[in-house]
T-cell receptor, first 111, second 110 residues
């Protein structure tokens, strides 16, 4: 069966520090991969998605970037965090003709 | 991709009662999906209804779709404490990008 791993679960980082969040998927190949951000009490904002290795589409220009170095690995990064980067970050994968499958998220607090 | 708009924003019901929430969207879709999010967790897919379907059931869940009104509803029957969560709809036009609104927060009181 397919599983998705996302870590860390919580993270507190100072303004100006770098960020790296990792997501890996097991049990499937060539999935579409997604990064979403959710502000407190709000909906999900699609940040990046990828349909293949090295292929990244950005939905919202901002302080973040994403990379897909391997088929089932998706990384969200920032060189310098802003206070506004705080939120709940969710990774998800999708196969053909299947719904989205989400990880358990990373709660990021930028102080 | 378009996002759905869920209504109401919040709903509080007694255990055993039914909960109904609605979703409206703007442009034509291939399908519409409903997801649940427990506090502090990722979303979990509940049910998908295709544009040529009018009603679909899964356990205690009943989803309807009215493409002429561009709306869908999710009914949870005989609610339980474990149904306490936020519920999101995702109207899907292109099968690879899904957007989500603010959701409906359901609280089931014991």
């Amino acid at each position: 069966s397919q599983t998705i791993h996302q870590w860390p679960a919580t993270l507190v980082q100072p303004v100006g520090s770098p960020l790296s969040l990792e997501c890996t998927v097991e049990g499937t190949s060539n999935p579409n991969l997604y990064w979403y951000r959710q502000a407190a009490g709000r909906g999900l904002q699609l940040l990046f998605y990828s349909v293949g290795i090295g292929q990244i589409s950005s939905e919202v220009p901002q302080n973040l970037s994403a990379s897909r170095p391997q088929d089932r690995q998706f990384i969200l990064s920032s060189k310098k965090l802003l206070l506004s980067d705080s939120g709940f970050y969710l990774c998800a994968w999708k196969g053909q003709n299947s719904p989205l499958h989400f990880g358990n998220g990373t709660r990021l607090t930028v102080t | 991709s378009q996002q759905g708009e869920e209504d109401p924003q919040a709903l509080s019901i007694q255990e055993g009662e039914n909960a109904t929430m609605n979703c409206s969207y703007k442009t034509s879709i291939n399908n519409l999906q409903w997801y649940r999010q427990n506090s502090g967790r990722g979303l979990v897919h509940l049910i998908l209804i295709r544009s040529n379907e009018r009603e679909k059931h899964s356990g205690r869940l009943r989803v309807t779709l009215d493409t002429s009104k561009k709306s869908s509803s999710l009914l949870i029957t005989a609610s339980r404490a474990a149904d306490t969560a936020s519920y999101f709809c995702a109207p899907n036009s292109n099968d690879y990008k899904l957007s989500f609104g603010a959701g409906t927060t359901v609280t089931v009181r014991a």
